[in-house]
């Protein structure tokens, strides 16, 4: 059961520098988040998606960008990192949205800008 | 303003005892309350979820109670074990479309 699973698992990028976050879920679920978790902080929505095609923005999207071409797949990217952007960001799938539905979590990518 | 405050911050226990984690909210219009443990180094792994109408949820040695007058939730672990230690985070979902509400959470140390 590979649920969702995120790569890489850690990264260090300059200041400047742009990547990839990746997340594929196996679930055919209609419903994926990304998030960042900064310590001692809850969980910061920056961007979801409701289906294929279909994007919206979260509570902190700014400085990311991302694209839901597949079901499986919803990646993330960081253009022009900046320190502020050192986190851990996981990556969740669900059925439904706010329904009585679990987050299916990935493992997270522990990215760190210098 | 859609707030979830979790307590204490950090608790530290005996292997075997039992304990309870606090989770107040208010968040509106409430649609259901979520606990997840996240394991070091781990995603969140759901636990319970509870909608207005339920007050009591288990799985496990983990219960979930939750006054929706009160906007007060507690999870409750019973018995606890080495591997219980985590952090245990609170969510709050609001029937505006798609927006979840996250705790702090509580980081639960049990030594043997």
């Known amino acids: 059961n590979a649920g969702v699973t995120q790569t890489p698992k850690f990264r260090i990028l300059k200041i400047g520098q742009s990547m990839t976050l990746q997340c594929t879920q196996d679930?055919?679920?209609?419903?994926m988040y990304w998030y960042r978790q900064d310590p001692g902080m809850g969980l910061k929505l920056i961007y979801y998606s409701v289906g294929a095609g279909i994007t919206d923005k979260g509570e902190v999207p700014n400085g990311y960008n991302v694209s839901r071409s597949t079901t499986e797949d919803f990646p993330l990217r960081l253009e022009l990192a900046a320190p502020s952007q050192t986190s851990v960001y996981f990556c969740a799938s669900s059925e439904g949205g706010v329904s009585n539905q679990p987050q299916h979590f990935g493992d997270g990518t522990r990215l760190s800008i210098l | 303003k859609n707030q979830v405050e979790q307590s204490p911050q950090s608790l530290i226990i005996l292997e075997g005892k039992n304990c309870t984690l606090q989770?107040?909210?208010?968040?509106?219009?409430?649609?259901?309350l979520r606990w997840y443990k996240q394991d070091t180094g781990r995603g969140p792994v759901s636990l319970t979820i509870m909608t207005f109408s339920e007050n009591t949820k288990s799985n496990g040695r983990y219960t979930a109670t939750l006054d929706a007058d009160t906007k007060q939730s507690s999870l409750h672990i019973t018995a606890s074990q080495l591997s219980d230690s985590a952090s245990y985070i609170c969510v709050v979902s609001a029937n505006n479309f798609n927006k979840f509400y996250f705790g702090s959470g509580t980081k639960l140390n049990v030594k043997p």
């Open positions: 989770c107040n909210y208010t968040v509106s219009p409430f649609s259901n």
């Open positions: 679930m055919n679920h209609n419903y």
